[in-house]
Nanobody, 126 residues
Framework: QVELVERGGGSVQAGGSLTLSCEAS???????MGWFRQVPGKEREGVAV????????YHADSVKGRFTISLDNAKNTLYLQMNSLKPEDTAMYYC????????????????????RGQGTQVTVSS
């Protein structure tokens, strides 16, 4: 059984940093994985995606240069380093992973992946 557990959310002031982690069990980080976020009443927004096989990563324009997705195969964990946080980054952040080898080149794809965690809240105050 695949389980994804996110950690690292919290409340910070604008300009601050947070690192989200997503520990996977019952799953090997070899397919497409990533992060998306959601604000109540709005659609899910893909934040970043990374291919477990070759490590290619893509970030949404809204976070490019501020957020970095990475993975640690030894720890079976996906990360999202978030710097220079803005109030508009406030959302519930979810990690997601695919169940098979598929294309992994579009950030918005992460909202459709087969597995997802329970989410971790990030709140940025101005």
């Amino acid at each position: 059984q695949v389980e994804l557990v996110e950690r690292g959310g919290g409340s910070v002031q604008a300009g601050g940093s947070l690192t989200l982690s997503c520990e996977a069990s019952g799953y090997t980080l070899r397919y497409c994985m990533g992060w998306f976020r959601q604000v109540p009443g709005k659609e899910r927004e893909g934040v970043a995606v990374i291919s477990g096989g070759d490590g290619y990563a893509y970030h949404a324009d809204s976070v490019k240069g501020r957020f970095t997705i990475s993975l640690d195969n030894a720890k079976n964990t996906l990360y999202l380093q978030m710097n220079s946080l803005k109030p508009e980054d406030t959302a519930m952040y979810y990690c997601a992973a695919d169940s098979e080898l598929r294309a992994c080149g579009r950030v918005q794809t992460v909202t459709l992946l087969d597995y997802r965690g329970q989410g971790t809240q990030v709140t940025v105050s101005s």
